[in-house]
């Protein structure tokens, strides 16, 4: 079974551009949580969606924000770029969230940095 | 809001060597989750607890979900130059897919 699968993997932008990341989550999984990860903050949530449907928002700006397809698939958009931006973009994927049992499965990421 | 306290900070041993990493919190959480990152790559699952009191082995691996449900200990037995990386506890926020981390604990380990 394929993991989750995030592209692309590196990426360099410039202040003020903007920028669009994916994530495929596993087969069968419906869920897809977005995390930011700096040296500085460590792993941080962005936001979560289930079902086309965004769940919960982090503490980010609203230059930050993401959309789920009809087949799970998840893509993220950050606009006008900062260099605090620069980051590991990290995303999960579970069945359902919110289960007690339910679990979450990350993919390798996404290098963003921002020059 | 929900913090997660993971400690040590950061570890250096010797091949061969007993590790234990503990994760504390002043809120109860009813999942457990140990994850390991390596340099550049996504955090990777180690073990699920999701009962107070459990107990799980995966290989040289166990962790353990505290009765009180506010800590957990991951142990790893007779290191290696593999296990080197940055090991993180993290449980979910309430009802929902927002996953609350530690700070990381990172090994290094000398051949």
């Known amino acids: 079974k394929a993991g989750v699968t995030q592209t692309p993997r590196y990426l360099i932008k410039t202040r003020g551009q903007q920028v669009t990341l994916s994530c495929s989550p596993i087969?069968?999984?419906?869920?897809v949580s977005w995390y930011q990860q700096t040296p500085g903050q460590g792993l941080q949530f962005l936001f979560e969606y289930f079902s086309e449907t965004q769940r919960n928002k982090g503490n980010f700006p609203g230059r930050f924000s993401g959309r789920q397809f009809s087949n799970s698939r998840s893509e993220m958009n950050v606009s006008t770029l900062e260099l605090g931006d620069s980051a590991l973009y990290l995303c999960a994927s579970s069945f359902y969230p919110g289960a007690s049992t339910d679990t979450q499965y990350f993919g390798p990421g996404t290098r963003l940095t921002v020059l | 809001g929900q913090q997660l306290n993971q400690s040590p900070q950061s570890m250096f041993i010797q091949e061969g060597e007993d590790v234990s990493m503990n994760c504390t919190s002043s809120?109860?959480?009813?999942?457990w989750l140990w994850y390991k990152q390596d340099p550049g790559e996504g955090p990777v699952l180690l073990i699920a607890?999701?009962?107070?009191?459990e107990l799980t082995s995966n290989g040289r691996l166990t962790a353990q979900f505290g009765i009180t449900r506010k800590d957990s200990f991951l142990n790893i037995s007779a290191s290696i130059p593999s296990d080197v990386g940055i090991y993180f506890c993290?449980?979910?926020?309430?009802?929902?897919?927002?996953?609350?981390f530690g700070q990381g604990t990172t090994l290094q380990v000398k051949p």
């Open positions: 993290a449980g979910p926020s309430g009802n929902t897919g927002k996953l609350i």
């Open positions: 087969s069968g999984h419906r869920s």
């Open positions: 607890l999701y009962k107070a009191g």
């Open positions: 809120s109860i959480f009813n999942t």
